[in-house]
């Protein structure tokens, strides 16, 4: 019953959510709105039942990945959209910052570290634009354990 409440109320959090998000010259589909609010249920809910959005870019080149790392989000969110899609570990930003990057930067946990290391190995050896940082740098720089990049 636990896993049906939790079905249940990440229904009710979609559907209370708009069907799509405005941006500024295109829709962007319910999974990115739920991403960018950081409804966690929500999100993997919508990933199970349409994985299709989660491969959705804003006029920024944001995907939901990216939206979802700032957010300090369970791991259970990230392996939900690693497998709606796959290459969103490597996907860059906008700014060119991968996923692993951005969830370094924002001092995401090891588990949340590991997933994105385990889906995309090259992201932390791939310098981050403008600075030319590791990840290895940026985790010290935060004071967030290496244990994270250990694959």
Request: with cysteine; glycine share 6%; aromatic share 6%.
């Amino acid at each position: 019953t636990t896993t049906n409440n939790s079905a249940e109320a990440a229904a009710t959090t979609a559907t209370q959510a708009s069907a799509a998000v405005g941006d500024q010259h295109r829709t962007m589909p319910l999974l990115f709105n739920l991403c960018r609010r950081w409804a966690w249920p929500a999100v993997e809910f919508r990933c199970q039942s349409h994985p299709h959005e989660a491969n959705a870019r804003d006029n920024r080149g944001e995907t939901a990945m990216h939206w979802v790392v700032f957010g300090n989000p369970p791991v259970g969110v990230i392996e939900a959209l690693l497998r709606a899609c796959p290459e969103l570990a490597s996907i860059p930003s906008g700014e060119g910052r991968l996923p692993l990057h951005l969830a370094a930067s924002y001092r995401a946990s090891s588990d949340v570290l590991r997933a994105l290391v385990q889906a995309y190995p090259e992201a932390a050896v791939t310098p981050m634009p403008k600075t030319g940082s590791l990840v290895l740098h940026v985790l010290c720089d935060v004071g967030t354990s290496m244990d994270g990049i250990r694959a």
